[in-house]
């Protein structure tokens, strides 16, 4: 299994980013997939995740201004942000829940 995610960068507060991950093998078709981050000194934390079915759950920090999606025919997994802050700058992965494979990362830097 191999996680490739993209599209982080850096931006100004108020910014938007669309970050991708694109997940090889089948266990995309058969897991909730989650985005998670992490900033410097600080533990890994779960940002939003969704089921195969498309339901979704997000960490109060970002509820309304991130939104998950995915793309079962594609193996891939977005997540949209808007109104970014600087407390939103870490490194995001994206992740099959329940499983041991993470991907390498993306960095989001959000200046103020």
């Known amino acids: 299994v191999q996680l490739q995610a993209s599209g982080g960068g850096l931006v100004q507060a108020g910014g938007s980013l669309r970050l991708s991950c694109v997940v090889s093998?089948?266990?995309?078709?058969?897991?909730?997939m989650g985005w998670y981050r992490q900033a410097p000194g600080n533990q890994r934390e779960l940002v939003a995740d969704?089921?195969?079915?498309?339901?979704?759950n997000y960490a109060d920090s970002v509820e309304g201004r991130f939104t998950i999606s995915r793309d079962n025919a594609k193996n891939m997994v977005y997540l949209q942000m808007n109104s970014l802050k600087p407390e939103d700058t870490a490194v995001y992965y994206c992740?099959?829940?329940?499983?041991?494979?993470w991907g390498q990362g993306t960095q989001v830097t959000v200046s103020s």
């Open positions: 093998g089948t266990i995309f078709s058969q897991r909730r």
């Open positions: 992740h099959p829940r329940k499983s041991p494979y």
């Open positions: 969704i089921t195969t079915a498309g339901n979704t």
